[in-house]
């Protein structure tokens, strides 16, 4: 793994401010002070790059090329779980919905048609972390109803705990 700072190169999606609130809200509820996801970072995350030293300007143009003609439609999506243990707290959606499988699905076979490939270590686990750390947690909340309507791609500058927007799609 490359030393921080370093880039990690992600397809995500983000709540709109409203929903963003409401998860922020399960975050704070937890009491805890370190290694909080910040508000603006809240994202699921639907496909994974490498880390990589520099910016990875080749794989973020050959990702864009690869589903510029991809159909990516909205969908809804129901957090509903809270679940945390020995490194992470996250929501969780009881149901996978048919939209999110669809959308992680027709990423996957684009971007590897398009000669890319996700980290090795990486699998698809629809969740948003909320924070960092040990905290044991399991439980059911009042659902979160997220409409998502826009896939990102983003540059995590990791050590610097920032993301930015390198190209946003809506989704129809």
Known sequence: MPTEPFHRLFFAV????GVRRAIAGWRDSLGQTK????DDQLHLTAWLFD???DFPADAAARAQGAIADVP?????????RLVGGAGSVVLV???VPPGL????????RALRAGGLQPRCTWDFRPHVTLLH??????????????????????DSIVGERRHETVARWPLG
């Open 101 to 108: 499988l669809a959308l992680q699905g027709a990423l996957d």
């Open 72 to 80: 990516l439609a909205s969908f809804r999506l129901v957090l509903d």
């Open 133 to 154: 750390g040990r905290h044991a947690v399991e439980r059911d909340i009042p659902p979160i109803d997220w409409p998502v309507e826009e896939l990102l791609l983003l």
């Open 93 to 95: 959606p009881s149901a």
């Open 35 to 38: 290694g909080l996801v910040a």
């Open 51 to 53: 880390d990589r030293q």
């Open 14 to 17: 983000r709540p709109a401010a």
